[in-house]
């Protein structure tokens, strides 16, 4: 199942940077992946992490595209911010495309506020 999903991680829209893209190879080891079935199915995974002991980050989330649209990203993502309630995060922060109106949706069913929009510059030198 991790096959699949990293093909996705090479996408050239999946990270705003190379630097981004490098910090995530350790999120790559299987065991720090969550997964999310239904039934017997793998359908869904997630990574997540606590910065500064209370910052609370869902690293990576990705749905296997024949289960979208289905009302599973919410419960995936519910998950990731349970693990990191678990793991005493305090606050969690997570952002997505301006152009991802789904992911936008599920961070507010989820009953997360938006907060700003991050502007993003880049130098193609």
Not at 80 to 96: F, H, K, N, Q, V
């Amino acid at each position: 199942m991790l096959k699949s999903f990293r093909k996705k991680i090479g996408s050239p829209n999946c990270f705003n940077s190379k630097n981004e893209a490098i910090s995530m190879q350790d999120d790559f080891n299987p065991k720090q992946w969550q997964l999310l079935y239904k039934g017997s199915t793998p359908i869904g995974m997630f990574t997540v992490r606590i910065h500064l002991g209370q910052i609370g980050i869902v690293s990576y989330i990705c749905l296997l595209e024949e289960f979208r649209k289905q009302g599973l990203g919410v419960t995936l993502h519910k998950k990731a911010i349970d693990m990191l309630i678990e793991g005493r995060a305090t606050i969690y922060e997570g952002g997505t495309l301006e152009s991802n109106i789904p992911m936008q949706k599920t961070f507010m069913k989820n009953g997360c506020e938006h907060v700003g929009t991050r502007v993003i510059y880049k130098n193609n030198r």
